[in-house]
Protein backbone atom coordinates (compact mmCIF):
# COMPACT_ATOMS: atom_id res chain seq x y z
CA UNK A 1 0.00 0.00 0.00
CA UNK A 2 2.56 2.58 0.85
CA UNK A 3 4.54 1.34 -2.30
CA UNK A 4 1.41 2.58 -4.12
CA UNK A 5 0.90 5.40 -2.53
CA UNK A 6 4.24 6.42 -2.88
CA UNK A 7 4.07 5.63 -6.57
CA UNK A 8 0.76 7.99 -7.04
CA UNK A 9 2.37 10.19 -5.41
CA UNK A 10 5.68 10.53 -8.00
CA UNK A 11 3.28 10.10 -10.99
CA UNK A 12 1.52 13.00 -9.73
CA UNK A 13 4.76 15.02 -9.07
CA UNK A 14 5.93 14.23 -12.44
CA UNK A 15 2.48 15.37 -14.09
CA UNK A 16 2.47 19.08 -11.93
CA UNK A 17 6.49 19.37 -12.86
CA UNK A 18 6.00 18.97 -16.63
CA UNK A 19 3.27 21.11 -16.35
CA UNK A 20 5.35 23.78 -14.72
CA UNK A 21 8.16 22.86 -16.98
CA UNK A 22 6.03 23.93 -20.07
CA UNK A 23 5.08 27.08 -18.48
CA UNK A 24 1.18 26.19 -17.02
CA UNK A 25 1.65 27.67 -13.60
CA UNK A 26 3.60 31.12 -14.79
CA UNK A 27 0.68 33.58 -14.25
CA UNK A 28 -3.04 32.92 -12.66
CA UNK A 29 -4.44 32.88 -16.52
CA UNK A 30 -2.31 29.89 -17.21
CA UNK A 31 -2.71 28.04 -14.22
CA UNK A 32 -6.53 28.76 -14.66
CA UNK A 33 -6.85 27.14 -18.23
CA UNK A 34 -4.97 24.34 -17.29
CA UNK A 35 -6.74 23.46 -14.05
CA UNK A 36 -10.11 24.05 -16.45
CA UNK A 37 -8.70 21.85 -19.03
CA UNK A 38 -10.05 19.19 -16.64
CA UNK A 39 -13.46 19.59 -16.59
CA UNK A 40 -15.41 18.22 -13.89
CA UNK A 41 -12.23 17.33 -12.22
CA UNK A 42 -10.56 20.58 -12.17
CA UNK A 43 -11.42 20.87 -8.02
CA UNK A 44 -9.40 17.69 -7.60
CA UNK A 45 -6.46 18.81 -9.42
CA UNK A 46 -6.89 22.26 -7.26
CA UNK A 47 -6.98 20.36 -4.41
CA UNK A 48 -4.03 18.41 -5.53
CA UNK A 49 -1.52 20.99 -6.90
CA UNK A 50 -2.58 23.00 -3.46
CA UNK A 51 -0.91 19.80 -1.74
CA UNK A 52 1.73 19.29 -3.82
CA UNK A 53 3.10 23.53 -3.54
CA UNK A 54 3.43 22.85 0.16
CA UNK A 55 5.31 19.44 -0.26
CA UNK A 56 7.48 20.95 -3.14
CA UNK A 57 7.58 24.92 -2.08
CA UNK A 58 7.73 26.34 -5.41
CA UNK A 59 4.66 27.95 -6.51
CA UNK A 60 3.32 30.58 -3.63
CA UNK A 61 0.10 29.48 -1.96
CA UNK A 62 -1.55 32.02 -2.77
CA UNK A 63 -1.34 31.60 -6.50
CA UNK A 64 -3.73 28.54 -5.88
CA UNK A 65 -6.03 30.56 -3.93
CA UNK A 66 -6.82 33.33 -6.47
CA UNK A 67 -7.15 30.08 -9.38
CA UNK A 68 -9.98 28.39 -6.90
CA UNK A 69 -11.58 31.79 -5.94
CA UNK A 70 -12.22 32.89 -9.31
CA UNK A 71 -12.97 29.67 -11.11
CA UNK A 72 -15.02 28.19 -8.56
CA UNK A 73 -16.22 31.34 -6.15
CA UNK A 74 -15.52 32.09 -2.84
CA UNK A 75 -17.05 28.96 -0.60
CA UNK A 76 -15.86 26.19 -3.24
CA UNK A 77 -12.34 28.04 -3.96
CA UNK A 78 -11.48 28.07 -0.12
CA UNK A 79 -12.68 24.64 0.14
CA UNK A 80 -10.45 22.87 -2.43
CA UNK A 81 -7.28 24.98 -1.26
CA UNK A 82 -8.38 24.42 2.52
CA UNK A 83 -8.10 20.35 1.68
CA UNK A 84 -5.13 21.12 0.06
CA UNK A 85 -3.10 22.96 1.82
CA UNK A 86 -4.18 21.48 4.79
CA UNK A 87 -3.50 18.33 3.48
CA UNK A 88 0.22 19.03 2.16
CA UNK A 89 1.10 20.50 5.71
CA UNK A 90 0.20 17.73 7.94
CA UNK A 91 2.37 15.52 4.74
CA UNK A 92 5.26 17.78 5.09
CA UNK A 93 5.30 17.28 8.73
CA UNK A 94 5.39 13.67 8.08
CA UNK A 95 7.87 13.68 5.76
CA UNK A 96 10.21 15.94 7.72
CA UNK A 97 8.87 13.48 11.45
CA UNK A 98 10.20 10.20 8.72
CA UNK A 99 13.53 11.77 7.09
CA UNK A 100 14.84 14.09 10.01
CA UNK A 101 17.17 16.70 10.05
CA UNK A 102 18.48 16.35 6.22
CA UNK A 103 15.63 17.45 4.53
CA UNK A 104 14.96 20.37 6.83
CA UNK A 105 18.39 21.19 6.96
CA UNK A 106 18.26 21.79 3.03
CA UNK A 107 15.61 23.72 2.91
CA UNK A 108 16.92 26.04 6.18
CA UNK A 109 20.80 27.01 5.05
CA UNK A 110 23.35 26.74 7.72
CA UNK A 111 23.23 29.19 10.83
CA UNK A 112 19.52 29.73 9.42
CA UNK A 113 18.32 26.12 10.83
CA UNK A 114 20.61 26.12 13.71
CA UNK A 115 19.19 29.28 15.02
CA UNK A 116 15.62 28.23 14.73
CA UNK A 117 16.24 25.18 15.71
CA UNK A 118 17.68 26.14 19.11
CA UNK A 119 14.79 28.69 19.22
CA UNK A 120 12.39 25.98 18.73
CA UNK A 121 13.68 23.63 21.59
CA UNK A 122 14.10 26.43 24.32
CA UNK A 123 10.83 27.86 23.41
CA UNK A 124 7.60 27.77 25.50
CA UNK A 125 6.23 29.94 22.84
CA UNK A 126 6.89 28.28 19.60
CA UNK A 127 3.20 26.65 19.57
CA UNK A 128 1.60 29.74 19.51
CA UNK A 129 4.01 31.39 17.59
CA UNK A 130 3.47 28.28 14.55
CA UNK A 131 -0.58 28.91 15.10
CA UNK A 132 0.11 32.80 14.37
CA UNK A 133 2.07 32.13 11.77
CA UNK A 134 -0.77 29.73 10.09
CA UNK A 135 -3.64 32.24 10.48
CA UNK A 136 -1.61 35.33 9.10
CA UNK A 137 -1.07 36.06 5.52
CA UNK A 138 2.83 35.42 4.17
CA UNK A 139 4.35 33.50 6.93
CA UNK A 140 6.62 30.91 5.20
CA UNK A 141 4.35 28.22 6.42
CA UNK A 142 5.70 25.77 4.07
CA UNK A 143 8.73 25.70 5.51
CA UNK A 144 8.21 25.35 9.23
CA UNK A 145 5.31 22.86 8.38
CA UNK A 146 8.39 20.55 7.69
CA UNK A 147 10.71 22.37 10.46
CA UNK A 148 7.69 21.77 13.04
CA UNK A 149 8.24 17.59 12.07
CA UNK A 150 11.69 17.54 13.26
CA UNK A 151 10.55 19.49 16.78
CA UNK A 152 9.30 17.25 19.95
CA UNK A 153 5.63 18.62 18.67
CA UNK A 154 2.89 15.28 18.35
CA UNK A 155 1.62 14.64 14.92
CA UNK A 156 -1.93 15.36 16.48
CA UNK A 157 -1.34 18.47 17.99
CA UNK A 158 0.57 19.86 14.59
CA UNK A 159 -2.91 18.59 13.15
CA UNK A 160 -5.03 20.39 15.51
CA UNK A 161 -2.95 23.85 14.52
CA UNK A 162 -3.22 23.19 10.97
CA UNK A 163 -6.66 22.52 11.02
CA UNK A 164 -7.65 25.72 13.46
CA UNK A 165 -5.25 28.08 12.55
CA UNK A 166 -5.29 27.49 8.13
CA UNK A 167 -9.14 28.60 7.33
CA UNK A 168 -8.93 32.15 8.26
CA UNK A 169 -5.98 33.31 6.09
CA UNK A 170 -7.56 30.77 3.18
CA UNK A 171 -11.01 32.32 4.12
CA UNK A 172 -9.93 35.58 3.50
CA UNK A 173 -8.21 35.16 0.51
CA UNK A 174 -10.70 33.55 -1.01
CA UNK A 175 -13.35 36.35 -0.22
CA UNK A 176 -11.28 38.57 -1.31
CA UNK A 177 -9.80 37.37 -4.70
CA UNK A 178 -13.28 36.32 -5.63
CA UNK A 179 -14.69 39.70 -5.05
CA UNK A 180 -12.02 41.20 -7.13
CA UNK A 181 -12.92 39.28 -9.71
CA UNK A 182 -16.22 40.15 -10.48
Known amino acids: MTALLLLLCLALCAV ?14 TLQSYISGFGLLAPVVLTAIQALQVVIPVLPGFLGCIVGAVMF ?9 YIGISAGSILAFLI ?5 KEIVGRMFPGKRYEKWA ?11 VLFLGMVLPLFPDDFFCYFTGITKMTARKFAAIIVLGKPWCILAYSIFFAAAAV
Do not use: H, I, Q
Not at 16 to 29: R, T
Not at 118 to 128: G, L, M, Q, R
Open 96 to 100: ARKFG
Open 118 to 128: EWAAKSKSYTT
Open 73 to 81: GWMGGFWCN
Open 16 to 29: LFKAYLDGKFDSVE
